[in-house]
């Protein structure tokens, strides 16, 4: 099982989604963005390095979310949901197909990869207002 860590980021009143590549192993699914946690890493460093590497814009973490675990055909994920807000830069998506900032209300429209589901499901139960 590896460790991951993603990012739901806020910026007025809406949070960052990210649609994976074609031809990845979850292609064309939606998730909140992040990335494996290296050795010797935090959670939070994990999601500060991975954003940029992936996005090339800088965030805060602010706090712990959820947890999700998931057992794909070809891995096991332990991910970890922290708050996050967009601080600065300009999103270049270096490793998806595509990004929206959409509101709780639209997650409904996108098919998330099976690990993010329930962080889906409870963020649509908190609401904005819960961030």
Not at 77 to 93: N, Q, S
Request: charged share 30%; glycine share 6%.
């Amino acid at each position: 099982m590896i460790k991951v860590a993603a990012a739901i980021i806020q910026k007025d009143n809406k949070v960052l989604i990210a649609k994976r590549k074609a031809g990845d192993k979850l292609a064309n699914k939606w998730e909140f963005p992040g990335g494996k946690i290296e050795k010797g890493e935090t959670p939070e460093e994990c999601l500060v390095r991975e954003i940029y590497e992936e996005f090339e814009i800088n965030i805060s973490v602010t706090k712990f979310f959820s947890e999700s675990i998931y057992s794909y055909e070809h891995l096991a994920v332990h991910l970890l949901a922290y708050f996050a807000k967009w601080e600065r830069g300009i999103i270049i998506p270096k490793v998806h197909d595509e990004f929206r900032w959409v509101t709780i209300d639209e997650l409904n429209n996108y098919d998330f990869a099976p690990a993010d589901i329930p962080l889906v499901q409870k963020l649509k139960r908190r609401g904005i207002n819960g961030i």
